[in-house]
């Protein structure tokens, strides 16, 4: 399946840049804690992906699909908490802020296709 070999490629891209970005930010005390969260929830998008690709049934997909969602719209929360709070450079918050909105909107409509249903409440 091409869509999938895709999407563990830009999700493993995503959590590289995630690194570089918890690299960059400034040695504070506040930044290592909001960057620690941040590394933990970018980097586990993508390995819970590849998870959930593997996984061996659909209930199994489905679940594993859901921690995903979870990960991805949790990065989306440390990164805006990052930018709001002015820890890092704006300027290079705001490209990962887009691409972790965008594998979300991927992940919840993924999760829709697979529980058959229409509604964003529902997932």
């Given amino acids: 399946m091409q869509h999938g070999k895709d999407l563990k490629q830009r999700t493993r891209q995503?959590?590289?840049?995630?690194?570089?970005?918890?690299?960059s930010l400034p040695r504070t005390e506040e930044s290592h804690i909001l960057g620690k969260q941040l590394l933990r929830s970018g980097t586990s998008v993508g390995a819970?992906?590849?998870?959930?690709?593997?996984?061996?049934?659909?209930?199994?997909?489905?679940?594993?699909?859901g921690i995903v969602l979870e990960e991805s719209d949790e990065t989306i929360f440390w990164l805006e908490l990052l930018k709001e709070a002015g820890v890092g450079n704006s300027e290079s918050l705001q490209p990962l802020i887009k691409e972790a909105d965008e594998l979300t909107s991927i992940f919840v409509a993924s999760?829709?296709?697979?529980?058959?249903?229409?509604?964003?409440?529902?997932?």
């Fill in 14 to 23: 995503f959590a590289l840049r995630i690194i570089r970005l918890y690299r």
């Fill in 48 to 65: 819970n992906y590849r998870a959930a690709c593997r996984a061996r049934s659909k209930a199994e997909f489905i679940a594993k699909l």
């Fill in 111 to 123: 999760l829709r296709t697979a529980k058959g249903i229409a509604s964003v409440a529902e997932v």
